[in-house]
């Protein structure tokens, strides 16, 4: 017997910004869901993380029609179909980006997060560039399953950091790999083999920056369905100062 997948997702512009350059999707029909999270300001940030989403679409709904149709770029062949069929979808926003800054000064600049899950036949693939998270809740457990393309997290890494250290740690936005930052770009993936139960969640760092792990833990147990659960988390976000744009999609697998 199969799992099914329940989904649910919301955005919000948070406290300090007046307007809100995330976005998400949902395409229920392809198992796609997205949550891109643009800079670049001026209001170009909020082009580059809608373009990720419509490229990504696009090419979903291409492939899927015409599995033949020739790819921009040359298949991983260390990857299966469906890995490289996403990665593929996000180098495409990534160059589609790129060069509509390049041909438009006033989107120079201009780039986007991305992170995605991909429901498959046995599992799920989640894919991502830049800060932007998924994490999956199982058995009351709540684990970070993305690591941050930024430079805060590149330090952690690098040499221990005290939470004291981290917590005043001066370039904390600094992202040190996303969309249309350059012609190319390299994508993480990863495999999951979600159980009944599971629920994965995406979010820009609107929602990880102000909200900790143990809350988002507390808020996805304790709430009744999905779609309160993503209400809640941004309520939260909100309270805890709301500094950025807060966007969030759960996916629950279900008998």
Not at 111 to 119: K, Q
Not at 124 to 152: F, M, N
Request: aromatic share 6%; net charge negative.
């Amino acid at each position: 017997m199969g799992l099914r997948i329940e989904v649910a997702g919301e955005t919000n512009v948070g406290m300090k910004r007046t307007h809100n350059e995330d976005n998400f999707s949902i395409l229920e029909e392809n198992g796609l869901y997205i949550v891109a999270d643009g800079m670049g300001g001026h209001a170009s940030g909020e082009v580059a993380s809608q373009m990720a989403v419509d490229a990504l679409k696009e090419f979903f709904s291409a492939t899927e029609q015409d599995p033949e149709r020739t790819w921009p770029y040359k298949m991983d062949r260390s990857k299966g179909y469906e890995e490289n069929r996403l990665i593929t979808g996000i180098k495409l926003a990534n160059l589609r980006i790129y060069e509509s800054a390049q041909r438009d000064a006033r989107q120079r600049g201009m780039g986007t997060t991305i992170v995605s899950l991909f429901a498959v036949e046995d599992g799920v693939y989640v894919a991502h560039v830049g800060d932007s998270r998924s994490y999956r809740l199982r058995d009351k457990q709540l684990e970070q399953i993305t690591e941050d393309h930024s430079l805060l997290n590149d330090y952690i890494k690098m040499k221990r950091l005290t939470p004291e250290e981290i917590a005043n740690f001066p370039h904390k936005n600094v992202i040190v790999r996303a969309l249309g930052m350059k012609d190319t770009v390299k994508v993480d993936t990863r495999f999951e083999t979600p159980r009944e139960g599971d629920t994965y969640l995406l979010c820009s760092d609107g929602l990880s920056g102000p909200v900790s792990d143990e809350e988002i833990l507390e808020i996805m147990s304790s709430a009744t369905d999905l779609k309160s659960a993503a209400s809640r988390l941004i309520e939260r976000a909100n309270q805890n100062g709301g500094p950025d744009n807060i966007t969030c999609v759960l996916a629950r697998w279900v008998a």
